[in-house]
């Protein structure tokens, strides 16, 4: 099966969804990989129009049936609209897949992922998003790792492209990595009453362990932390070694995002949050009392 993984990179270096994505394609029987970056060739112009076209044109070009990516935020803008170009079927959000005979058979969440469905994508091409955290990443490190995956140079005819035009992307400097892609995430919730508490508080205590720090929706709203720190349902889906949920009550769609976290920790004070029901240990505390302890514990 020839089968193309479109690839996001963090610098030179492949993105750990990505690796992820290129993992469960190289588990899939006589599956032939390649390799996209599609930053590579119109990374100065990064809409979603343009991008799709490369991988439309990819797939055209090289004949692919399967086309695979991580479950991103990139991917929910661009794959989906690459899938509508090719005519082809599509799949997201994938954490499972097995085979009865020759049929794939993809598993995916659904309903606030009160649901996991089991799906089968009819026709070609087939368009998989998976969610990172339920695959083992590929280590890229080494040459011989990297021999199996090929680079190919696309012509694509970018007149044909949508007049969308790309203005400006608004970021904001961080040494911390991603929600998504770090081991230990803590996440803060409507506790919080201001950015300057979110960041000495929540941020403070993911310094400290070396990891990301996350937001629920509550917080984005209210307009104390942006949008790209928001975990759950309508955010970004996590699944790091270790979450600790502070101050979160626990919303369905925020947990949609989380529960598959290996190990979860909740401090609230409210000893009836629906949080404590898939914590793994919980303090009922309030958290401008018991952060600054932990803080000062791991500072000492």
Known sequence: MKTLVITERDGSDFRLGSRSAIGFAQSLPLSVVDTLCVADYRGENPTADSHAAVIAAAVRQCSYELVVAAATTYAKDVVGRAAGLCGGAMASDVIGHRFDGEQLLL????????????????????????????????????????????????????????????????????????????????????????????????????????????????????????????????????APDIYIALGISGAVQHLAGMKNSKTIIAVNTDPHAPIFSVADFGLVGDVYEVVPQLIAELNG
Do not use: C, H
């Open 107 to 238: 598993e995916r969440p659904m309903f606030a992922g009160a649901v996991t469905a089991t799906v089968s994508l009819l026709g070609s091409p087939r368009f998989i998003t998976v969610r990172a955290s339920t695959y083992d990443p590929v280590d890229l490190s080494s040459a011989d790792s990297l021999s199996s995956l090929d680079a190919t140079t696309l012509r694509v005819d970018y007149s044909a492209v949508p007049a969308a035009q790309w203005k400006s992307v608004a970021s904001r400097a961080s040494q911390r990595p991603d929600v998504t892609e770090a081991k230990i995430v803590v996440s803060g919730g409507r506790a919080f009453k201001s950015s300057e508490d979110f960041e000495r508080l929540v941020g403070g205590l993911a310094d400290g362990l070396g990891g990301a720090a996350g937001s629920s929706r509550a917080l984005v709203d209210a307009g104390i932390t942006p949008n790209d720190l928001q975990v759950g349902q309508t955010g970004k889906i996590v």
